[in-house]
């Protein structure tokens, strides 16, 4: 495997990215019982906004998911959510070329 390749480094990680429609919600994530990792993606966002969610999730999986269950973070977890909105904007702008 390729470190470079994040598609590869997703499934050797067990995690499935879906896109779902939400009302609202831009993203979440579910570990399932058997381990597996769900990323889930507002179906509803531009391109861009999905990359830049899917940052978002990969941040949490990384630092914040423990257990099995649904993980939607919002105002409770401001600090979480603040981490995770900064390192996909890093990322997001450097593949950009903004950086």
């Known amino acids: ?8 480094w ?14 609202t ?3 979440a994530i579910y570990l399932s019982k058997k381990g597996n990792y769900y990323i889930i993606i507002n179906d ?6 999905r990359q830049k969610t899917l940052l978002h999730e990969i941040k949490h999986l990384l630092d914040h ?3 099995p269950g649904l993980y939607i ?3 409770d977890f401001s600090a979480i959510e603040r981490e995770a909105e900064e ?8 593949v950009e070329g903004l950086s």
């Open 1 to 8: 495997m390729r470190d470079s390749d994040p598609q590869e």
């Open 10 to 23: 997703l499934v050797c990680r067990n995690v499935h990215v879906r896109l779902v429609e939400f009302e």
């Open 25 to 27: 919600l831009p993203g």
């Open 44 to 49: 509803r966002l531009a391109f861009p906004e």
């Open 65 to 67: 998911i423990e257990a």
């Open 73 to 75: 973070l919002g105002d």
């Open 87 to 94: 390192f996909a904007y890093e990322i997001f702008k450097k």
